[in-house]
């Protein structure tokens, strides 16, 4: 079984870790898909939950939030800093849809809506203030960034709208931003330009991005060149992943691999690292699951939305003919039949849309829509 598989993995990961594993190392992963008020995004949950395996992997205590509103988004960064207690290695990676205003970075979640200018504040997260939290009372620490979040973004533009003139203080994609000694930060894709989401489960950027992070022996130098080559071939050319880094020293994600590093097989498992590999593992599945149906249910009410329009539109035309005297009375009779043929075909399609889309619903716990009536 694949996640029994997974859980052998994880736990070999953490048992080869030499002495310098003693290393306290905290990631803090999110991925936002399930937009309610802009379009689903189809990579950032999935991005999300691959990322938190590969770090758990190489031996990170890693606190994983999927899809989460404005309260849960908090509560994870609160969780978050709180852990960063003697950490050695501060990691925050988020997927999903950000933007930038007036230079500073805005990560948005789930339940956003942004009307005016001042729902910034109450509505997203800042990434400075993330960065803030990672740096504070960590002297000499490792702070890591990885930001897949510069999708092109609808909440943008109603927020552009409202703001008239002083719409072009918000710009495409994100800014850099200025950090202290020993952070490193990357962007999905060059400052104030858009990312793209791919044609597979995870955008090019994460998956270049695991991929090199679970490649033992590499530095995080080496691991960023490749995912920038990664990245560029698979986009031609149009995505380039971008990083700032003021780092005083080489970074490996698998400390059992890195020069110098010994290795203790003999180290037991304990409880609670079972518990907790046990738990990120659910909480991923239930994720992934959610998403899925989140996603379903869109697609469900984009088809019957259109399926409708298609229908009204044919009645219009059926009136048309009748209408028309130009035609004789076969001619019209075959066109009005055909129609109403399509009419049926589409009809009984929206009778199996329906049900499903108020099953889909009651599931995700969201009221009823005129949709599934």
């Known amino acids: 079984m694949r996640y029994c598989l997974l859980l052998t993995t994880l736990i070999a990961n953490l048992l080869l870790a030499g002495p310098a594993s003693a290393e306290k190392r905290v990631a803090l992963v999110i991925g936002n898909s399930a937009y309610v008020k802009s379009s689903v995004l189809a990579n950032p949950a999935n991005d999300a939950a691959e990322m938190a395996r590969a770090l758990t992997e190489a031996g990170f205590e890693v606190i994983a939030g999927l899809d989460l509103d404005k309260r849960a988004f908090d509560v994870k960064v609160r969780d978050f800093a709180r852990a960063l207690n003697n950490a050695d290695v501060a990691l925050f990676f988020y997927a999903g849809h950000a933007l930038q205003v007036s230079g500073r970075n805005y990560l948005v979640p789930v339940d956003a809506s942004m009307d005016r200018e001042r729902d910034l504040d109450f509505e997203t997260v800042g990434v400075d203030f993330v960065l803030r939290q990672m740096e504070i009372d960590r002297e000499n620490k490792t702070n890591l960034v990885f930001l897949d979040a510069c999708r092109d973004n609808p909440l943008a533009r109603n927020l552009a709208r ?140 984009e088809r ?16 048309d003919v009748q209408r028309d005297r130009g035609k004789s009375g076969s001619d019209s009779f075959q066109e009005i039949g055909r129609l109403q043929m399509q009419m049926v075909r589409r009809s009984q399609e929206m009778a199996k849309l329906r049900p499903r889309i108020a099953e889909l619903e009651i599931e995700l716990g969201l009221p009823a829509s005129a949709a599934a009536k």
Do not use: C
């Not at 104030?192 to 022996?217: H, I, M, Q, Y």
């Not at 019957?304 to 009136?319: M, Y």
């Open 162 to 301: 409202s703001m008239g003139t002083r719409s072009a203080s918000i710009s495409q994609g994100l800014a850099q931003v200025q950090t202290g000694v020993g952070t490193f930060i990357s962007y999905s894709t060059q400052p104030g330009n858009v990312a793209l989401d791919g044609s597979g489960a995870n955008s090019p950027f994460t998956t270049a991005l695991v991929k090199g992070l679970r490649e033992p022996g590499r530095n995080l130098t080496s691991v960023m060149i490749d995912v920038r080559k990664d990245v560029l071939a698979v986009t031609g050319g149009k995505q380039v992943p971008w990083d700032h880094s003021s780092l005083t020293g080489d970074f490996y994600f698998h400390l059992a691999s890195a020069p110098g590093a010994l290795v203790r097989p003999d180290v037991p498992v304990t409880s609670d690292v079972q518990k907790r590999l046990e738990e990120l593992e659910r909480e991923i599945q239930r994720k992934a699951d959610q998403t899925g149906k989140v996603v379903e249910l869109a697609q469900s009410k």
């Open 304 to 319: 019957l939305r259109q399926l409708t329009e298609a229908n009204q539109d044919d009645q219009r035309k059926i009136f």
